[in-house]
């Protein structure tokens, strides 16, 4: 038994000991679910992020140092996500984290950043709290959120001439934001439309008849929603035979535009959907996408490539853009570099609003419709949506 | 609501919404209320040999374009395999244990059997098309209902004739339902109960399986499916009973109406509908519906 | 009621105290972060095995007074401003009473029924965690824990820390083996029997599930202090399962057996987490050899090896 505990001891302190400072190279800790469910999301956010690091240090590294990442899973669990920041922060000593995925998530890694002193960027997070209410000097996000989303909608409800709106959202943080954002833009937009009925489900759910059903018992011409990923699949599965999507136009956010979930889902993608992508391989509005796509296609492998890498790489491009304007990665200056800094994406130019330290991130809105010669759908027209609330 | 109160068609919605979401959780519960009744385990992994069915349809029927049936019976066959392979492996060492060792056998093939599929099918979204004919509406009466649905309404009651006719009215069956009587006295009659063993947790992780690929068109592979069923799944066989087929057969059914109905009146509660279930159970009547009171240290 | 300590156990216990006081000395932030998540974590599974190992039942829903202690503390410092001398003590109060509450209904019955009720309660916990946002920050989370000036920092909260669960695990030491503790065994062993001689097991086992509670609470509201933040992950059924494969990998049968299984397994977690990204298939791998090998846990396996290369007791 003591020689156990001896043992123990002495690979605790060399444990102290291996806790490297090594200061010839730019440290970023990563964090996206690269495990279990949020897996969907995090494995590609990961290409874009490796990406991004690569490229950045073919042109010369940060100060013209060495870039080099951390990479921990998150497994959609805030508190292991704080243990992860943290541990990146005190054992491999990263100068700033960069990352997330659920709200929670990244308000908690966000939480870290703030005790610890250290830069997060949120590249994927949408709730709105994260600059508002948890706003502080070390927080900041490049992904949209959920009062832009709603807005987007409103917006789309107006131009379509509707008059009757079914809102289903799924019953936690993200539906809710995205509801109160949706209001307030048809508020904005389009007082003059009824709201008829105000859905949800739970995050989750598998089954949607109870909704789907009440949705055409309303009479609405119009369905706003929140339903992303499997919610969205399996909802489209079990409201076709009802024949749903002939009967209402169904606007969603939660980027089931994306090539993701149209790709796989083929020929089964219902009609009549409008929906949003932070990027599109087909569409090369923004200069510099072009290439942008092509590279990620050879390093994924496929020619059709998905969009939550160019969330994760803006993330990285937005580090290098502050570290090299602040000549250091002093938390502080860092930060004071990043308020204000436009830098180039491949989805157009990115300003990071200096007081609410929100990138001003748009997105493609527009139906999906059938494409001649392939299986899945695509946008057509593409809309890009700035992220502006005015 | 007043939906439901102004408009009797809705309400028969409902109550087609109910039946058939029950008779899906009653064909993917079924296998585990069987290995429960028969080998007196509960079987976390049901979850994942379910999950693993809905993709095996999705390799089988859209990766490969080899038919709807087919993936069916690859499911059926897929899972016989690794349930096979798990029985002997590793499940035979614990008859005799405690149950708290055999649950956590269950739970550890739970986290394994999670990795292996996302190392086989990755961590894609995705989905499964309606077979051929089957994606549309049929006409009941008075309004249209999806085709698919129907056709499960139809399997579930199938699935429960043939579990109860093998259990009941077979000679295998009859040895079956004495092995859980009275195992050494069997063995002792120079029955392999090894083998029944075997066959009963086969047969019970086809079912699931089947549950998942015939799921599937309506409930899309995705990672983590299996931890929602399985906690649906052991609140019905708890409503009905553990291991009275009569019991998940009700018990699906109730959770249906519940949750179906549930949804329309309080969908703020949909998260809590099956923990809530579970405790009524509990608190009122343990052993279920058509469970008997069990001994204690059973 | 004797302190019934054996020297050897008693040494290793002073030594290991001693050896905790001086992490901080190595100025390491990642060691004393470890450090202090694995107290609490240890003491978690230690208070679940008041149950499991005491008292021979089998919890499924542990997390839910971890989770209650967590979410009290929090709420009490941060949005009513409660000074830590009352707040704490208010927090592990409330997870009693929680315990106390379940208990009341879930000794009524045992084995897997008893394990089922209690999980439908700890989830009914992480639902009302998860929906009453206005209070628990639902699943956003409580983020923003105000914490006491005194323990701010690092080094002065791993001392709070240490100090608590070490008062902690004193007390756990005296409960279970004191008469109260050999009752709890008796039931163990044999439910029935223990009923004849005048036993009365429902209520002992329902006292067990209120100290395991309580205790719990302790854990939950130091972690919540740690982390500035209580998230509802910490009531979900994925919390009870860990910490009872925690309490099983160090041995139920044994006292420290948990509070080493937490160390071990907390361990392996952070390091397979920089190495691959299947540690659910790690996690299986080793609940199978638990299972299939080493039902005693770690400390079994300690105490064969010895009686192997020692020639017995």
Known sequence: ?390 | MDMLLSSPSFAFIQVLNSISLGMNLFIIAAGLSLIFGVLRVINFAHGVFYMFGAYIMYTVSKDLQLGFFTGVIAAAVGLSVIAIIVERGLFQWLYDKEHLLQLLLTFAIVLIMGDMAKIIWGTDQLSVSYPEGLGGASNVGFTFYPTYRLMLCVVGPLIFFGLWFLIERTRWGRLTRAATQDMEMLSALGINVPIIYVTIFVIGSALAGVGGSLAAPINSPTPGMDATIIVECFVIVIIGGLGSLWGTFVGALIYGFVFNFGSVIVPNWQDVFAFLLLMAVLLIRPWGLFGKPEQEGH | MSWNISRGVLATCIIVVLLLICVPLTESRYLIDLSTEILVYALFALSLNVIIGFSGNVSFGHAAYFAIGGYANAILLTTYGWPLIFAFPAAVILSGVAAAFVAYFCTRLTDIYFAMLTLAFSMLVWAIAFKWRSVTGGDDGFVGVTVPAFIDTRVPFFYFTLIIVTISCITLWLICHSAFGQSLIAVRENLTRAGFIGVNTRLMRGIAFVIAGTFAGVAGAIFAMYNRGVYTESAFWAESAQVLIMTLLGGMYSFFGPAIGAAALYLLERFSNEYTEYWPTVLGVILLIIVLVLPEGLVGLAKRLKTRFMGGN
């Open chain 1, 1 to 390: 038994m003591v020689s156990i505990v001896r043992s123990t001891t002495a690979a605790a302190f060399m444990l102290a000991a291996g806790v490297a400072s090594a200061n010839a190279e730019i440290k970023i800790g990563v964090l996206y679910p690269i495990a279990g469910t949020g897996a969907v999301y995090g494995t590609p956010a990961m290409y874009g992020h490796n990406m991004a690091v690569d490229e950045v240090n073919a042109a010369g590294g940060i100060m013209g140092q060495k870039v080099v990442s951390f990479a921990r899973d998150t497994k959609l669990k805030p508190a292991a996500a704080a243990a992860a920041a943290k541990e990146l922060i005190t054992k491999e000593g990263v100068d700033v984290l960069v990352g997330g995925l659920s709200s929670a998530v990244g308000l908690a890694i966000s939480e870290v950043a703030r005790q610890e002193g250290v830069v997060y960027i949120a590249t994927i997070p949408k709730t709105i709290q994260m600059t508002t209410k948890k706003l502080h000097k070390h927080v900041f996000r490049t992904s949209s959120h959920t009062d832009f989303e709603g807005d987007a909608i409103a917006q789309i409800v107006k131009k379509l001439g509707k008059k009757s709106v079914c809102d289903i959202q799924l019953d936690y943080a993200y539906g809710h934001d995205l509801a109160a954002g949706i209001e307030k833009g048809l508020a904005k937009h389009a007082p003059n439309v009824k709201k008829v009925i105000d859905l949800r489900s739970k995050l989750g759910a598998t089954d949607y008849n109870a909704q789907i059903t009440q949705i055409l018992g309303s009479g609405c011409d119009v369905v706003t929603s929140g339903l992303w990923g499997s919610h969205f699949v399996n909802f489209a599965q079990q409201a076709k035979p009802f024949g749903l999507f002939d009967r209402v136009t169904y606007i969603s956010g939660g980027e089931i535009a994306s090539h993701e979930i149209a790709g796989k889902m083929g020929k089964d993608y219902p009609d009549n959907v409008i929906s949003n992508s932070y990027e599109l391989w087909y569409d090369h509005t923004f200069p510099g996408h072009k290439k942008f796509q092509a590279d990620l296609a050879k390093r994924s492998g496929k020619k059709e490539t998905a969009m939550w890498p160019v969330l994760a790489y803006i993330g990285v491009k937005f580090i290098e853009a502050a570290g090299n304007k602040a000549g250091t990665m002093d938390a502080d200056k860092f930060a004071a570099a990043l308020e204000g800094m436009t830098i180039k994406t491949p989805v157009g130019d990115r300003t990071i609003d200096p007081k609410t330290h929100q990138a001003n991130t748009g997105q493609f809105w527009g139906p999906m419709v059938k494409k001649s010669g392939v299986d899945y759908r695509v946008m057509s027209p593409v809309t890009w949506y700035p992220a502006t609330l005015d």
